[in-house]
């Protein structure tokens, strides 16, 4: 670590830091957080270690960028969905897991290493990960419950149901292909259907 | 490897392979299995290297040991909730949903390994466990398939409500706290019923 701080000056490569992250979120998927030394990153990045150390200090750095990157965009792109769909909390539900589906698909190594890794981050920056998963959940359960209040959603366990679409649409960064038989975007309208039975929708 | 093979005599210890196989699913649960050596699993386990070694020739072997394990009693635990209920397909889909959750909460590190830690064990290795998931995917299909056939399940898109069937309880693995507010039995009979919420399930 001294030897990097000493060598901290910046390099002259643009769009470096970001290199180094991809080759740090590479390597992480494959091989895990701990299997992953930053010598690693850097062979990965093509770059030269102190380069590496310029951007990031430690490999912790790395894995906190990354997560906390990806939970924040979930977030907002949640958010996002929420606030486009009419205020109907059905359509709501539906525009977020699409939402919530469509990053998992297209930022698929990003989601499944902050699935994976959470316990791999030091206590404040995990702490804060799961902050993040929290106001997820929050804004799903106050789409449940106002669709329960007005007697459109008619489970008895909310909680459970917001929980079960959750991690449906949080595993979607395990084991979706490109490649295979559904585009993301049949997949989002299928899991949506999918979600509105969960809360046993109701619009008669 | 070599020093090991040369030193394969049976430790005296009884129950000695469990207490190994023990240590290192408590290691490959915090440390990730890359970041896992055999001195660290011989280490929690209180016993000498060599010891480690006799039964288990390498670290994959513990990882295959582990995952085949977990995999193949899910097959097993499954087929027998399935063979147990009444035949009708709403009652066998809660029933291996139970049965689904009671094993992912009883066996939670070992079933979170099982599910982050695949992409770690060799291609052969992989694709046995793989095997036996798409045994139980294919037993939860027919099922499904049953339903849909007798007009007692409705939904459009069976192979989804499969899939997100099977990654609500193994979710379970990565969330479930024992000390929190729901028992393993009130979460299988909740998610028992979610999961007929998502096939659409109609008993009129």
């Known amino acids: 670590m001294t030897a990097a701080r000493l060598r901290r000056v910046k390099p002259e490569t643009p769009g470096g830091r970001e290199v180094v992250l991809q080759a740090a979120l590479a390597a992480f998927f494959e091989q895990g957080y701990h299997g992953t030394s930053m010598r690693n990153i850097a062979a990965r990045a093509g770059t030269a270690i102190s380069h590496t150390y310029y951007y990031f200090p430690s ?8 997560i906390l990157q990806v939970t924040g965009d979930l977030v907002a792109a949640l958010q996002q969905a ?4 009419s205020p109907a909390p059905a359509a709501q539900l539906t525009a977020m897991v699409r939402a919530h589906v469509a990053l998992h698909t297209e930022r698929q190594a990003e989601s499944f290493v902050g699935n994976t ?3 791999s981050l030091g206590e404040v920056d995990r702490a804060r990960a799961v902050a993040r998963r929290d106001e997820v959940g929050a804004m799903y359960r106050e789409v449940v419950a106002r669709g329960l209040d ?3 959603f008619r489970c008895l366990h909310g909680d459970e149901a ?6 449906m649409c949080t595993a979607v ?3 979706y292909r490109a490649d ?3 585009s993301a975007a049949e997949l989002g309208q299928r899991y949506g259907d999918l979600a509105l039975n969960m809360v046993e929708y109701a619009n008669d």
Chains 1, 2 share one sequence.
């Not at 929420?82 to 769909?85: G, I």
């Open 180 to 182: 295979g038989p559904l």
């Open 117 to 119: 890794e959470l316990r």
């Open 173 to 175: 960064a395990a084991w």
């Open 162 to 167: 917001v929980l079960a679409i959750m991690t």
């Open 82 to 85: 929420k606030n486009d769909a």
């Open 59 to 66: 490999k912790a750095d790395l894995l906190r960028a990354l």
């Open 150 to 152: 007005q007697g459109v």
